[in-house]
């Protein structure tokens, strides 16, 4: 790295979502306000917390040079140089690096662009801090648990408003099916994500809920860390690709996504033979 790598959202887009906020934000008052008054002022001032919010995180910015790394925002800048990280932590798709007085934070803002280059470079200059020793089993977190069952419970609480309320309607049969098919899809996508993960010398070990599979580093071709869009941003997960075809995806494990990713690819790298040529 010859040279100072920057990160950053585009200048346009951040105009841009404020542009639109402002929009709505006097839409909704001029609506509201002429028939409800004493609810135009919060429902303004809850746009504006959430333009504000919206606003400061497009101008973040990450920094990544041969010495150090350095997040910026609009209350300042964090810098750490890669010998003063001590250890690594986070939650979801995110990660923060400590220093040894843990005085000092730097966490790069998951949605910025080309977030996959950074924890690419993060772990390339400090592979030590992801050990498979050090991380020989993840599980799944609690959070990943209750957001389930809330989603779960508040789709059956729907369904049994239409049903005790006694709603025949033609759109009855329509709005059941619906919501059947919510329930199920996301039955599937907790059924179909690892429980769990342990790291056993050459082998990994994912359990579900109802079964469990055992894999070598030679069956694992590559190991990425990849994302699809959302409305809500990007969505990171891990691709486990077979080397007899198909991918695992591994996501919402108690461990930060970025930190269980730069784990397994160490642990890929160690144990299959000639695997570093198709690490991503």
């Not at 050990?131 to 993840?138: A, G, I, K, N, V």
Request: aromatic share 10%; hydrophobic share 45%; proline share 3%.
């Amino acid at each position: 790295m010859n040279e100072a790598r920057i990160y950053k959202h585009s200048t346009f887009s951040a105009i841009l979502i404020a542009i639109f906020f402002a929009f709505v934000s006097v839409v909704l008052c001029t609506t509201i306000g002429m028939e409800a008054p004493f609810v135009a002022l919060p429902v303004a001032a809850l746009m504006l917390v959430v333009l504000g919010t919206v606003f400061v995180s497009r101008l973040s910015k990450v920094v990544l040079s041969e010495d150090e790394i350095t997040t910026q925002g609009l209350f300042g800048a964090k810098t750490l140089r890669w010998t003063e990280i001590s250890r690594v932590s986070g939650r979801g798709n995110g990660i923060k690096l400590h220093n040894f007085d843990e005085d000092v934070t730097v966490a790069p803002d998951q949605q910025l662009p080309r977030y996959e280059e950074i924890i690419e470079t993060i772990g390339k200059k400090r592979p030590d801090l992801f050990s498979p020793l050090d991380h020989s089993e993840m599980k799944r977190g609690l959070g990943s648990y209750s957001g389930v069952l809330i989603s779960a419970l508040f789709l059956v609480g729907v369904a049994a408003a239409f049903f005790f309320g006694g709603d025949l309607s033609s759109d009855a049969p329509v709005a059941f099916i619906v919501i059947a098919g919510i329930i199920l899809i996301f039955l599937w996508m907790f059924l179909a994500s690892p429980q769990s993960l342990t790291l056993d010398g050459r082998t990994l070990q994912l359990k579900y809920l109802l079964n469990e599979k055992t894999l070598s580093a030679e069956e694992i071709a590559s190991v990425q860390f990849v994302y699809t869009r959302t409305r809500n941003g990007k969505q990171y997960y891990i691709a486990l690709n077979l080397a007899g075809g198909g991918t695992i995806r591994i996501s919402g494990l108690g461990v930060s996504l970025p930190v269980t990713y730069l784990v397994l690819k160490n642990w890929h790298r160690a144990n299959a033979q000639g695997s570093s040529a198709n690490l991503h």
